[in-house]
């Protein structure tokens, strides 16, 4: 089993960014992507971006973030960012970091953290 737990969400005003961490613990050598999603209320839960463990230049975002975010990951830490620059108020929801093992589904998820964002 992997374990993962986010931080770093909060209040911000609209134009502003924040970066959110995951840590992952456990079975960390089955990892072979790590993701972030999103779910704003009343709304499914959305993907936001992805990157590939073993080689963190391969990425891909969502449409909506595209330019605006950046996933990263610092393999010696277990740990996945995701910058999050000129944040609108759409932005705002509970966002999950996730990870699946090669060929799986995303089955490991964080226990969230919350993004306000203020207009």
């Known amino acids: 089993q992997v374990q993962l737990v986010e931080s770093g969400g909060g209040l911000v005003e609209a134009g502003g960014s924040l970066r959110l961490s995951c840590a992952a613990s456990?079975?960390?050598?089955?990892?072979?992507?790590m993701a972030w999603f999103r779910q704003a209320p009343g709304k499914e839960r959305e993907f936001v971006a992805r990157?590939?463990?073993?080689?963190?230049?391969?990425?891909l975002y969502a449409d909506s973030v595209s330019g605006r975010f950046t996933i990263s990951r610092d393999n010696a830490n277990n740990t996945v960012y995701l910058q999050m620059n000129s944040l609108k108020p759409e932005d705002t929801a509970v966002y999950y970091c996730?990870?699946?093992?090669?060929?799986?589904?995303?089955?490991?998820w964080g226990q969230g953290t919350q993004v306000t964002v203020s207009s």
């Open positions: 996730t990870t699946r093992g090669r060929g799986s589904s995303y089955n490991y």
């Open positions: 456990g079975r960390t050598f089955s990892i072979y992507d």
């Open positions: 990157i590939r463990w073993s080689s963190g230049s391969t990425t």
